[in-house]
T-cell receptor, first 114, second 113 residues
Framework: GDSVTQMEGPVTLSEEAFLTINCTYTATGYPSLFWYVQYPGEGLQLLLKATKADDKGSNKGFEATYRKETTSFHLEKGSVQVSDSAVYFCALSDLSGATNKLIFGTGTLLAVQP | NAGVTQTPKFQVLKTGQSMTLQCAQDMNHEYMSWYRQDPGMGLRLIHYSVGAGITDQGEVPNGYNVSRSTTEDFPLRLLSAAPSQTSVYFC????????????FGSGTRLTVV
């Protein structure tokens, strides 16, 4: 079945460093792809999305490009801040039925140090 | 503010007790779902609903029941709590269609002793 694989964390960076969190997927069709962020003690929030190949989603300085040829959707940010410390989840839309179920990766913890 | 409201935020149950986790949304979303989040396992789908009166099982439905009598509400019932159900539970909703992202509630942290 469809699945999402994220790099294991934690990822520890200094403030203003460049961030990449890898995400690859397995799907039989062309799913929509999402990144969610979870701050401590909170629910998940949609960070960005891309609905077709070569689309770039962006929000709050984060970007991710839907790469069909490498089945990837890596999250990047040019200069991280302490406030970016959170758990990041990659997800894809499940195309196996008529519903809009999402399949999530296991999450990557990002810790940004001042 | 529009969103997904979950109650309670914290709950401690004894093994064998039953309870209902409440979820309500005011965005007129057709789709609602319940996930549980456990360390190292990401989010696992328990049950979901594509509209009032329609529910279906997700990945880990055993020990849980749901119903959807209105568009707004989607309660999750634990029939007989077990320590394996200790987890953080999230309710999420969205418009129908695979391009829409979910709106999540803030979660219920449940401990079963």
């Amino acid at each position: 079945g469809d699945s999402v694989t994220q790099m294991e964390g934690p990822v520890t960076l200094s403030e203003e460093a460049f961030l990449t969190i890898n995400c690859t997927y397995t799907a039989t069709g062309y799913p929509s792809l999402f990144w969610y962020v979870q701050y401590p003690g909170e629910g998940l929030q949609l960070l960005l999305k891309a609905t077709k190949a070569d689309d770039k989603g962006s929000n709050k300085g984060f970007e991710a490009t839907y790469r069909k040829e490498t089945t990837s959707f890596h999250l990047e940010k040019g200069s991280v801040q302490v406030s970016d410390s959170a758990v990041y989840f990659c997800a894809l839309s499940d195309l196996s039925g008529a519903t809009n179920k999402l399949i999530f990766g296991t999450g990557t913890l990002l810790a940004v140090q001042p | 503010n529009a969103g997904v409201t979950q109650t309670p935020k914290f709950q401690v149950l004894k093994t064998g007790q039953s309870m209902t986790l409440q979820c309500a949304q005011d965005m007129n979303h057709e789709y609602m779902s319940w996930y549980r989040q456990d360390p190292g396992m990401g989010l696992r789908l328990i049950h979901y609903s594509v509209g009032a009166g329609i529910t279906d099982q997700g990945e880990v439905p055993n020990g849980y029941n749901v119903s959807r009598s209105t568009t707004e509400d989607f309660p999750l019932r634990l029939l007989s709590a077990a320590p394996s159900q200790t987890s953080v539970y999230f309710c999420a909703s969205s418009y129908s269609g695979r391009n829409y992202g979910y709106t999540f509630g803030s979660g219920t942290r449940l401990t079963v002793v």
